[in-house]
């Protein structure tokens, strides 16, 4: 006779009574095996609020940086760059953009970290500016979205 004992359907072990006579080793092994789960819900339990209460886990805005690589003059050739650094988690989206739309041929640096776990991005592109043309680094970062504008200091 088949028994299921203590256990949902979803529970990874199932414990079952196959006859009278292994009622007692099969009733061993699912205790264990109960025991066993405990511990190790206690242990993801204990290892989730460890990370939850650690300073490092805390989200930390990015601190932005837009310039070009040459001072800023209309109608040459320079590059964009936009430097993100000092944020938390890595979770970041970066996009150099020219009047709200995303200029193409953008390249990235590799996601980088100090010790802290604070991590730094930069990504640049070749544009040449233009009067009256708005350029900008919008940077996401978890579910924030601000926009930095360039200045040619002209």
């Given amino acids: 006779m088949w028994i299921f004992r203590e256990f949902p359907q979803t529970f990874p072990v199932v414990c079952l009574l196959l006859e009278e006579g292994t009622q007692f080793s099969a009733s061993l092994q699912c205790q264990k ?3 066993n789960m405990k511990t190790l819900v206690a242990l993801c339990l204990a290892a989730l609020a460890a990370v939850a209460c650690s300073e490092d886990s805390k989200h930390t805005p990015p601190k932005v940086q837009v310039y070009s690589f040459n001072p800023g003059e209309f109608g040459k050739e320079n590059i964009l760059i936009c430097h993100v650094s000092g944020f938390h988690p890595p979770d970041i989206t970066i ?3 020219k009047n709200g739309v995303e200029l193409p041929g ?3 640096t590799d996601l980088a ?3 802290n776990w604070h991590f730094h991005l930069t990504k640049n592109v070749a544009f040449t500016p233009l009067s009256g ?3 900008s680094c919008k940077v996401t970062h978890g579910v ?3 926009e930095y504008a360039w200045e040619p200091n002209m």
């Fill in 144 to 146: 924030t979205t601000n």
């Fill in 113 to 115: 970290f100090k010790q």
């Fill in 106 to 108: 953008a390249k990235q």
């Fill in 95 to 97: 996009q150099l953009v």
């Fill in 33 to 35: 095996t109960k025991e």
């Fill in 133 to 135: 043309e708005k350029y």
